[in-house]
């Protein structure tokens, strides 16, 4: 059994992946409003923060990827 020894530039990863939360926004299927998955963690189940609705739509970025096929 390996001992397990962080790499430099892990630690930045764990912060940055909690930072990256504030970016991604919800939308609420009931009454339309946006808000971030930081919201999100301060509630004991994942609904909406104003009306208490539990469907949730991701909101997406307005761009689009291209990706190059092989």
């Known amino acids: 059994m390996?001992?397990?020894e962080p790499r430099l530039?892990?630690?930045e990863e764990?912060?940055?992946t909690?930072?990256?939360?504030?970016?991604i926004r919800y939308k609420c299927g009931r009454c339309g409003a946006e808000f971030d998955a930081m919201q999100?963690?301060?509630m004991p189940s994942?609904?909406?923060p104003y009306c208490g609705y539990r469907v949730l739509y991701?909101?997406?970025p307005p761009g689009r990827k291209l990706i190059k096929a092989i």
């Open 2 to 4: 390996e001992l397990y």
């Open 9 to 11: 530039g892990e630690e």
């Open 14 to 16: 764990e912060f940055s």
């Open 18 to 23: 909690i930072e990256d939360k504030a970016f």
């Open 40 to 42: 999100l963690e301060y």
């Open 46 to 48: 994942i609904k909406c």
């Open 58 to 60: 991701k909101v997406r």
